[in-house]
């Protein structure tokens, strides 16, 4: 009988905390999902956990460190030429890019424009993939420390990633473009018909949405950034056009698109850490 | 052993836990793999909450939810609400669930993980994506394929430090 009476209360105690408990869910679930109040709170969380991305991380890493110095001579050497050759190539578009950029700049001022803004970027390396796999997120090694703040573009080497969407002092979080909850002001290349480019939720397709059935877009058209809204910095390749399906009205089409990005392939990423000025409407 | 090893034992398996959700799969192999990852904290939380010297409260498994928030990018308190609510009612049974079999054990992770994956899905606007409606099911599954082994490494480790 001594030891019965405690146990109740133990009890009635657990329940209470646990009603505490889902009431400060609720309020914490309420004020998450509508303002951003809690930002510091996630950040501080964040700051927490951030030690178990780079851990989980770090077999990637060691692998990659061992693969370098075991490789041998020959691959090495092999290695090098093509990197000289791409270099090459690379260097002399530059070459001419600068040109362009310069009469770009010349024939915006003579138009009354003010001359765009090169960008400065900033290397990252990807320290982590959001365990959810329905949640297109990746975890980046450079935060606030480096100058990386929220809404700033993340690209590749072959096109638009996505944005920061949360940053702590030594990470971030980079929103990928094909995330449900994503979208991006785009525009086509061949004749910069404007549109928005929504994430699906898968990997490998994005998608243009309420095309007019009449739209000028086809299969194989490359879809760049347009700048609009100020966020994305214009001419930034987002995808190419698979396909264009009218939908069972036949009044609007939806056109697939094929992301340019090695949105799972990459580990390496370039943090916009400047905006272009927009083109002016 | 004091209760304090046992709560040491159980956060340093939550810390296990979570390492194991938040660790990838190699970048070449295919995206839909990762949906076969198991509810590794909840399965974590559940074991921790039928041992008889409770070394893991509701309010644990609400921290340990509130960093499997911030990991999995969810809003903050949702992990957090069903990890307390799981440990709270797992705990509130638990006398007969550690007399069920190995099997029974299994068909509760299925439940249990199946619940919040929906409770997940619910709250955090995911219908809306096209290929989630049955490959919700995959966690639960294979939640309840890793039961056995969860049960069997985290009883070794109670046995080893002479928890109860």
């Not at chain 1, 061992?66 to 691959?75: D, F, I, L, M, S």
């Not at chain 2, 979570?18 to 799969?25: F, N």
């Not at chain 2, 990991?71 to 609400?81: E, F, H, K």
């Amino acid at each position: 009988m001594r030891d019965g009476k405690p146990l109740f209360v133990r009890s009635s105690r657990t329940g209470q905390l646990l009603t505490g408990l889902l009431l400060t869910s609720a309020v914490l679930l309420a004020l998450d999902s509508a303002t951003q109040r809690l930002r510091p709170v996630r950040g501080f969380i964040d700051n927490l956990v951030a030690p178990l991305f780079v851990i989980a991380e770090s077999p990637y890493m060691a692998a990659a460190v061992v693969g370098e110095t075991v490789a041998n001579r020959t691959a090495l050497l092999e290695r090098i030429g093509q990197l000289e050759q791409s270099n090459l190539a690379l260097s002399h578009q530059a070459q001419q890019f600068l040109a362009l950029q310069a009469e770009n700049n010349h024939l915006r001022r003579l138009l009354g424009s003010d001359a765009r803004m090169a960008s400065a970027v900033l290397i990252a390396e990807v320290v982590g993939v959001t365990p959810n796999p329905a949640v297109h997120q990746l975890v980046i090694d450079k935060g606030t420390e480096d100058g990386v703040a929220v809404g700033q573009a993340v690209v590749d080497a072959a096109g638009l990633i996505g944005q920061i969407v949360d940053v702590t002092s030594f990470s971030a979080r980079v929103l990928l473009i094909t995330d449900a909850s994503h979208a991006v002001p785009v525009e086509v290349v061949r004749n910069n018909l404007r549109s928005i480019a929504g994430g699906t939720g898968r990997l490998d397709r994005l998608l243009l949405e309420g095309l007019p059935i009449t739209t000028d877009i086809r299969r194989g058209d490359r879809i760049v950034t347009s700048g609009l809204g100020g966020r994305f910095p214009r001419g930034y390749p987002v995808g190419t056009v698979e396909s264009v399906d009218p939908d069972a009205s036949r009044i609007v089409a939806v056109a697939n698109v094929t992301p340019s990005a090695l949105l799972d392939r990459t580990r390496h990423l370039l943090v916009i850490l400047s905006v272009a000025e927009p083109e002016p409407p | 052993m004091s209760p304090w090893g046992g709560r040491w034992l159980a956060w340093i398996t939550l810390l296990a836990a979570l390492l194991l959700s938040v660790g990838r799969l190699p970048m070449d192999w295919p995206d839909w793999l990762a949906w076969l990852r198991p509810g590794w904290v909840l399965l974590a939380v559940c074991f921790w909450a039928m041992a008889n010297s409770r070394p893991l409260g509701p309010f644990g498994a609400w921290i340990a939810g509130l960093g499997f928030d911030a990991m999995a990018a969810a809003p903050l308190g949702l992990n957090a609400a069903l990890f307390a609510f799981a440990a709270y009612s797992v705990a509130q049974f638990s006398q007969r669930l550690r007399m069920y079999t190995l099997a029974q054990q299994c068909v509760l992770a299925f439940v249990l993980v199946l619940v919040c994956e929906a409770v997940r899905h619910v709250v955090h606007g995911l219908p809306a994506i096209e290929p989630s409606g049955l490959l919700m099911l995959m966690p639960a599954l294979t939640s309840a394929a890793a039961w056995p082994l969860i049960r069997f490494v985290l009883q070794g480790l109670c046995r080893r430090f002479r928890i109860e």
